[in-house]
């Protein structure tokens, strides 16, 4: 189906892959498609307004004293996947995450060349809203809407892997399976990110986002405990998506997969 590819590979229904990724010209210049910056926009976008809501619920709620309230933090980031999964995932896949974006390419369902520039844009985007809450709300140390364990760091870590795993899980399951219903996609994720922070939150923070947790630390300049937040979201969703091809659709035989590969063109 063409809108659940667009979805796990960024490319737009009807649209020509080719148009969409870098290129060289005769004199070897690297040449950016419009397509492609058109999805590198959406990026950027997607992971401003994902961190912006959610980072403000979570400063807003210590700046209240517990006006917002955990419920409604952990709804309000749901929320803020889902909206932007329907506003954008047509034009880049909508990621917004580094991990998703890795665990789609080690799989063979989203280019490498285009990673280190998806990477980059989301980081940025996450960078940015850490900014403008930083302007709003002032930096004091009390207000960090970053993520750092509130137990031992095996614990954060083992919990970050988990989350992402399921979160990765589902996301392919929604997103990359032709037997899903592919409209749902955006509520499913967003409802597994509300559940993710429902239970992980107060322990690791639930990130599931190595640019959800950068973002925050760059603007702060606080990095305490950083790497379990790269380590765990990546690891975690690189499984989580080999595991869902283990039990994807196909109606080659056995013989037919391991001849071609494996499972992951199936």
């Not at 892959?17 to 990026?43: G, H, Y």
């Not at 917002?68 to 709804?75: G, H, K, L, S, Y």
């Not at 980081?123 to 509130?150: C, D, H």
């Amino acid at each position: 189906m063409a809108t659940e590819r667009s979805m796990e590979e960024g490319i737009p229904p009807n649209s020509r892959e080719d148009d969409n990724v870098l290129s060289s010209d005769n004199n070897s210049a690297l040449r950016i498609s419009v397509p492609f910056l058109q999805k590198i926009i959406a990026e950027i976008f997607g992971t401003y307004f994902i961190v912006f809501a959610g980072c403000s619920s979570v400063t807003v709620n210590k700046s209240t004293n517990g006006t917002v309230t955990f419920p409604v933090i952990c709804v309000v980031w749901g929320l803020a996947v889902t909206v932007m999964i329907y506003s954008v995932g047509h034009i880049s896949g909508a990621h917004f995450n580094p991990a998703v974006t890795i665990s789609f390419a080690s799989c063979r369902r989203f280019p490498w060349k285009q990673v280190p520039v998806y990477i980059t844009a989301q980081v940025l985007g996450s960078t940015l809203a850490s900014s403008t809450l930083r302007i709003l709300f002032g930096g004091g140390r009390e207000l960090f809407a970053g993520t750092i364990p509130k137990g031992s760091n095996l614990q954060s870590l083992v919990l970050e892997f988990i989350i992402s795993f399921y979160l990765m899980f589902v996301i392919c399951g929604v997103s990359t399976d032709n037997r899903a219903i592919g409209e749902l996609a955006g509520i499913a994720v967003g409802a597994t990110v509300l559940l993710n922070v429902g239970f992980a939150g107060p322990i690791s923070g639930a990130s599931m986002n190595p640019a959800r947790s950068i973002g925050p630390a760059i603007i702060a300049n606080r990095y305490e405990s950083i790497w379990i937040y790269m380590i765990g979201p990546i690891c975690g969703m690189i499984v989580g998506a080999w595991a869902y091809n283990i039990i994807r659709y196909t109606n080659k035989s056995p013989h037919q997969l391991t001849k071609n590969d494996s499972f992951l063109k199936a």
